[in-house]
């Protein structure tokens, strides 16, 4: 009777075992499309031995849970290339808007500011008609026109890229208060899972931490460290504390020269972010590095043009016999930074345009032949009017490609992780239906051993005559 009883309790528990591997499929199955879950496979332990007589013989198997089938290393390879991908990409955004103001629209030849390239060379070309009858009203007319278009493209552009820099500046703004909803959640579930017993798989909920996880990585740049009982701490790139396993700490945001910075207590980490990578990174990259360079460029451009014509007019002779203060043609800069932007023509009354040298006649050229050759004299850092545009709009477009080159490699790396997190972590049905099967037919023999028992103990419990139970 003991032994058979026994064999009665070994078959109870394979069933329950059995029953309990069959809900963990079941359970998967009905997770197969649940964004960010992780299939789990059942555990079974080999329950300890009973000793009699000095014979050990088996208590069979008791189901000991689940575990997810999950990579930590693989998702933090995964959770640092989005972070770059991230980055990139919302740069190349930024890039791409900056470039279009530079590209005149197809089938156009003055197209806001696409066109300054057009218009440097029509204003510069408007001297060289001049000289020709530099008494002309008309060809006079045509050089404060061809100002009036340049001065508006390259002003426009600046506006333009403020605009934008703005722009940007409360976009990164906003990604604070996605990073401590993220950082604080990720904080509870820590409690959450550390409250579990110790070697306890947590299943939902850090497949739900590992999701929150992915979303801060494409925010900003963080790295993460498993700390006692899987809780976890994760920092900035940079190695400042977001989240210490049931606490966070909040990134707050002060404006500092009408620009956004970002603090975690006290520090400022703005550069640190700007570096570390997520959408952050790429916001913060384009608002202070690649737009104030095209506008540095753009007031370069504004100053060596204004002031060189400046100063060329007011050395010449105008139609009204004035010499040396004919006055200027274009709004004068006090310094580089800002010239773009308060680029304008000044001069409302063409005949006061200096085509004659100083001294000469105002039927003489010479002064207009000056202007006109400064189209070929290095006035803008030494360059070229047109080739330092020309050279600062190749720059912008190797920029914008080495970006795209790099958002597009990191994009593949971070599809491949993805591809192999998902050949591991993810629920595949036809896996699945193997298994049930397995687990249903491991069932059924338990099931059929059972009711052998079963008959057994009925005849036993007849005096041996074998007895049908039903």
């Given at each position: 009777m003991g032994t058979i009883s026994a064999a009665f309790h070994v078959m109870s528990q394979a069933l329950n075992a059995d029953q309990a591997a069959l809900d963990v499929v079941a359970n998967n199955v009905a997770n197969a499309n649940t964004t960010g879950y992780t299939r789990q496979t059942p555990n079974f332990s080999e329950n300890d031995p009973v000793t009699i007589g000095g014979m050990a013989y088996g208590a069979g198997v008791s189901a000991a849970g689940a575990t997810s089938v999950r990579d930590r290393v693989l998702e933090a390879r995964l959770n640092q290339q989005q972070q770059m991908a991230s980055a990139s990409g919302t740069r190349l955004a930024a890039l791409n808007l900056m470039q279009a103001l530079f590209t005149p629209e197809t089938g156009t030849s003055n197209s806001a500011a696409g066109s300054i390239g057009n218009d440097i060379t029509s204003f510069f070309s408007s001297f060289s008609s001049l000289e020709a009858n530099p008494t002309d009203n008309a060809l006079r007319e045509q050089v404060l026109s061809t100002a009036g278009a340049l001065a508006g493209d390259v002003s426009n552009a600046a506006v333009s890229l403020q605009a934008q820099q703005a722009s940007l500046d409360e976009e990164a703004a906003g990604v604070a208060g996605q990073v401590n909803a993220l950082t604080s959640a990720i904080a509870k579930l820590n409690v959450q899972i550390q409250s579990m017993a110790p070697g306890t798989d947590a299943g939902t909920l850090e497949d739900q931490r590992q999701q929150e996880l992915s979303q801060l990585s494409q925010l900003i740049?963080?790295?993460?460290?498993?700390?006692?009982?899987?809780?976890?701490?994760?920092?900035?790139?940079?190695?400042?504390?977001?989240?210490?396993?049931?606490?966070?700490?909040?990134?707050?945001?002060?404006?500092?020269?009408?620009?956004?910075?970002?603090?975690?207590?006290?520090?400022?980490?703005?550069?640190?972010?700007?570096?570390?990578?997520?959408?952050?990174?790429?916001?913060?990259?384009?608002?202070?590095?690649?737009?104030?360079?095209?506008?540095?460029?753009?007031?370069?451009?504004?100053?060596?043009?204004?002031?060189?014509?400046?100063?060329?007019?007011?050395?010449?002779?105008?139609?009204a016999g004035d010499s040396v203060n004919a006055g200027d043609i274009f709004a004068a800069p006090a310094q580089a930074a800002g010239s773009a932007k308060a680029m304008s023509v000044v001069m409302t009354d063409p005949s006061h345009i200096a085509a004659a040298a100083s001294g000469q006649g105002t039927g003489d050229n010479s002064n207009a032949t000056g202007m006109a050759n400064l189209a070929s004299a290095g006035i803008v850092n030494g360059q070229t009017p047109t080739n330092f545009y020309s050279n600062f709009v190749t720059a912008l477009g190797a920029t914008v490609l080495a970006v795209q080159t790099e958002n597009t490699a990191q994009s593949a790396s971070v599809t491949q992780l993805q591809?192999?997190?998902?050949?591991?972590?993810?629920?595949?049905?036809?896996?699945?239906?193997?298994?049930?099967?397995?687990?249903?037919?491991?069932?059924?023999?338990?099931?059929?051993?059972?009711?052998?028992?079963?008959?057994?103990?009925?005849?036993?419990?007849?005096?041996?005559?074998?007895?049908?139970?039903?």
């Open positions: 740049g963080v790295n993460q460290v498993t700390t006692e009982n899987n809780g976890l701490s994760v920092t900035t790139a940079a190695g400042q504390l977001l989240v210490s396993e049931g606490s966070s700490v909040p990134l707050t945001t002060g404006v500092v020269n009408g620009v956004t910075n970002f603090y975690v207590g006290t520090a400022n980490v703005t550069a640190a972010l700007r570096d570390g990578g997520g959408s952050l990174g790429g916001y913060l990259t384009a608002r202070d590095m690649d737009i104030p360079t095209v506008l540095q460029a753009l007031d370069q451009l504004a100053y060596g043009i204004s002031t060189q014509v400046n100063a060329l007019n007011n050395a010449g002779t105008d139609m591809t192999q997190r998902s050949a591991l972590s993810s629920v595949n049905l036809n896996d699945e239906a193997s298994s049930l099967t397995l687990m249903e037919r491991s069932y059924q023999a338990a099931s059929q051993v059972f009711a052998i028992l079963n008959t057994l103990m009925a005849s036993a419990l007849n005096m041996g005559v074998q007895t049908s139970v039903s």
